[in-house]
């Protein structure tokens, strides 16, 4: 048994398109490793298409990854043994509570159903419904139960969203922007809310988003992926005052924060070819320290493992020689 | 500096059959010339719909009940459609929301450039297209770009035709309806980046509708933040940066994670918005305000002008316990 909840070793995912001769491939996720600790949450934050939903999807098992091992417990989420039960230990809360919910059903049976399903009501799914409304502050409960999703608000079907899940008593919960569907104020109150059930239930979250400001108020560390790749890993509070990568820095010089005092020495090369390189670093167009060696060598992920890791040659001698 | 658009206790409502749904209801405030002026608020507060009606896109069931908007001088509410359709383009126009997705995807670029400026303003057809190559250019797209349909664009150079397209026939007003809100942060800081620029260039007022209050701290001067329907606080940006009047923008400001300062359990704002067919009693906020007095359930706070703006709320009334934080001067008053 390790420490960690999850690890994700060298995960690889390729789409391909086209028919028969003129195929085209994307590979939309490359070598992305990382561990998970148990009660730890880790954002996952970048641009879309930069490959977050798709290492999401790959831990939940909703696509196959191309290659790479996703270990659960030391347990490989694949593994037949364990196929049966391990859905239940990862769960994922989606983007959209609009989508999540079907309409023809009450909220009571969409927490209720799956809780038949998988057998795990203690008592009557009923009374273990009310108790999971409560859970997550949709109190009355017994106002709750009967409601079909139209008749609450966004905020609300996140939090039945959110109790459906809690049901199966997972130990992973991933989410996939919680709250970017929400209003602000209705979306910190879901974020308070993961946050205290983390305490209570010692839960694991990776949380996919592209908000910087909710991936430091939510998480321990923080992952910033482009192109498919990690290209930073590190403690949130490291990663957002002190970023390393030079995308990092932009992402962040990028974020409205009316209150920022020092500008930012970063030249901005936004409106580069979206095209990637074929070879050397995946940032090199949009880089303002490219250099020719980055053009042409593939960079590897200095630093330490699960520590501070940043894929930029500039940080090659000072994060190598903190590993030596 | 002159008023270029005033807008005095303008109401929209919704007809539903529960009643009428009270969407906009006596919002006044005015936009300078050559002022950026912001509108915040959350989902069905109103602020799009105060957008729409003053570019006179509202449609049945929703119209305009009361109140007067006047652009230069001239009252917009009287106008008839072909009078209005003479302002459009060339003195209002407007981004709206994923504005990206409202080119028509089997024309390309250079055609439905053509055909918004030829349909306001008489030129050739040889004009035109250097026009549009000029409209392309000022947003920083490769003029060889007409050529293409919307789809072999990305997600922000489409909104940046789009913002090219609202600039060409230089109107004096460019109403932006979250016009970065489905674009990564990097593209919306460029666009953002953009928009600053041509407005210094030109001149033109912006009214800036986002939910976003820190993207719209960073370029706004002034700014409306509205609540179910009415504005309650309308503040020059660097006084709301310092503080928030109204306990409404204070939650507002508190329901953004910040990027620095000490981590702390932020408290957002509990509860939800009201229903606006039965709004609540007294002014709209007080079931969710965490300073709610005996009178706020009684009396809709009135709005007070001072010389930082207007707010309406009963703290700040006389006998509230901020009344001496308002800055009343003789001019301010009204």
Not at chain 1, 38 to 59: D, F, N, P, Q
Not at chain 2, 35 to 56: H, M, N, P, Y
Not at chain 2, 129 to 158: C, Q, T, W
Not at chain 2, 239 to 247: F, G, V
Request: hydrophobic share 40%.
């Amino acid at each position: 048994m390790s420490n960690y909840k999850l690890q994700v070793k060298e995960l690889n995912k390729i789409f391909s398109s086209g028919v028969m001769f003129k195929k085209d491939q994307f590979q939309a996720v490359k070598n992305i490793s990382f561990n998970l600790r148990k009660g730890e949450i880790l954002a996952i934050v970048g641009e879309s298409g930069s490959g977050k939903s798709t290492t999401a999807r790959m831990i939940t098992n909703l696509i196959k990854p191309t290659s790479g091992e996703i270990l659960y417990d030391g347990t490989n989420i694949n593994n037949r043994k364990f196929k049966r039960l391990l859905p239940e230990k990862i769960q994922m809360v989606f983007q959209d509570p609009f989508a999540a919910l079907n309409p023809n059903h009450t909220i009571g049976y969409a927490i209720g159903r799956p809780l038949e399903l998988k057998k795990k009501a203690k008592g009557t799914v009923r009374e273990r419904v009310l108790e999971l409304l409560t859970q997550v502050g949709l109190t009355p409960a017994e106002d709750f139960i009967d409601k079909y999703p139209y008749q609450i608000s966004g905020g609300q079907k996140q939090r039945a969203v959110i109790a459906r899940v809690l049901g199966l008593e997972p130990e992973v919960i991933v989410a996939d922007e919680p709250t970017s569907m929400l209003d602000v104020s209705i979306g910190i109150d879901i974020m308070n809310l993961m946050l205290d059930l983390r305490e209570e239930k010692k839960l694991s979250y990776l949380l996919i988003t592209h908000n910087l400001g909710s991936a430091r108020y939510m998480a321990d560390r923080i992952m910033v992926v482009f192109a498919g790749e990690v290209v930073e890993i590190g403690n949130a509070e490291e990663v957002i005052n002190a970023p390393k990568h030079p995308y990092t820095k932009l992402l962040l010089h990028s974020s409205p924060d009316p209150w920022r005092t020092e500008v930012e020495e970063i030249e901005i090369v936004e409106f580069a070819d979206t095209t990637l390189p074929k070879q050397g670093c995946k940032f090199q167009y949009r880089c303002p320290f490219v250099t020719e060696s980055c053009k042409t060598v593939s960079i590897p992920l200095y630093g330490t493992s699960n520590d501070r890791q940043v894929r930029c040659n500039l940080y090659r001698e000072e994060l190598v020689h903190e590993q030596a | 500096m002159v008023n270029l658009l005033e807008i005095n206790n303008l109401c929209i409502d919704y007809d539903s059959p529960r009643g009428k749904v009270k969407a906009v209801h006596n919002v006044s405030f005015t936009i300078k010339k050559g002022e950026i002026f912001g509108l915040v608020g959350e989902s069905g507060c109103g602020k799009s719909t105060t957008a729409f009606g003053i570019s006179r896109l509202l449609r049945p069931p929703a119209q305009i009940s009361a109140g007067s908007i006047t652009l230069n001088g001239q009252e917009l509410t009287h106008l008839s459609e072909a009078e209005f359709d003479k302002l459009r383009w060339s003195h209002i126009s407007i981004v709206l929301q994923s504005a990206m997705n409202n080119l028509n995807p089997v024309i390309k670029i250079q055609e439905q450039l053509i055909d918004a400026i030829l349909a306001h303003k008489a030129m050739s057809a040889e004009e035109a297209i250097n026009h549009a190559k000029y409209l392309l250019r000022l947003v920083d797209i490769n003029e060889e770009r007409l050529a293409n349909f919307p789809h072999e664009l990305s997600g922000g150079m489409r909104q940046r035709v789009v913002i090219a397209m609202a600039l060409a026939l230089q109107p004096d007003l460019i109403i932006m309806d979250e016009p970065t809100t489905a674009l990564d942060v990097v593209v919306q800081n460029g666009i953002i980046h953009k928009i600053l620029e041509l407005q210094k260039d030109f001149g033109f007022s912006i009214l800036f509708i986002t939910h976003d209050l820190p993207l719209m701290l960073e370029i706004c001067d002034r700014i409306g933040v509205m609540y179910a329907g009415e504005l309650v606080e309308v503040t020059k940006r660097e006084d709301l940066m310092e503080q928030a009047r109204h306990p409404y923008t204070q939650g507002l400001l508190e329901s953004f994670p910040p990027l620095k300062g000490e981590k702390r359990r932020l408290k957002g704002i509990s509860g939800h918005p009201p229903d606006l067919v039965t709004p609540p009693d007294g002014c709209s906020f007080h079931p969710r305000c965490p300073y709610a007095m005996l009178q706020c359930k009684q009396k809709e706070p009135e709005k007070l002008h001072d010389n930082k703006g207007i707010i309406a709320c009963h703290l700040y009334q006389e006998g509230g316990h901020r009344f001496e934080q308002l800055q009343t001067t003789s001019e301010g008053t009204k």
